[in-house]
């Protein structure tokens, strides 16, 4: 019942930005933690960003001070700002609740920086 849809990726320049949304419905909490995540081809997913629900927030170390995730709970979303991005961002990002609580993987949104 619970889904979680990222929408926002595309493809951009090096150096661009993109903002991405993870819209949440199902009757979910604004209690857990949520993480932005992404997996680029023949690599395993890594955990890019992760906010509590009182918005700490942690970071992957090679997109600190480039990335900045914030949630708005009335709205149940969470976004990602993507800045100053590099070709080895690349990849495609998933939201999804943090450990233990994860759900099944949804498609994720593309992104892609290339010249």
């Known amino acids: 019942q619970v889904q979680l849809v990222e929408s926002g990726g595309g493809l951009v320049q090096p150096g661009g930005s993109l903002r991405l949304s993870c819209a949440a419905s199902?009757?979910?909490?604004?209690?857990?933690?949520m993480g932005w995540y992404r997996q680029a081809p023949g690599k395993q997913r890594e955990t890019v960003a992760a906010?509590?629900?009182?918005?700490?927030?942690n970071y992957l170390d090679s997109v600190k001070g480039r990335f900045t995730i914030s949630r708005d709970n009335a709205k149940n979303t969470v976004y990602l700002q993507l800045d100053s991005l590099k070709p080895e961002d690349t990849a495609v990002y998933y939201c999804?609740?943090?450990?233990?609580?994860?759900?099944?993987w949804g498609q994720g949104t593309q992104v892609t920086v290339s010249s």
């Open positions: 199902g009757g979910i909490s604004s209690i857990y933690a």
């Open positions: 906010i509590t629900s009182r918005g700490s927030t």
């Open positions: 999804n609740f943090a450990p233990p609580f994860q759900i099944r």
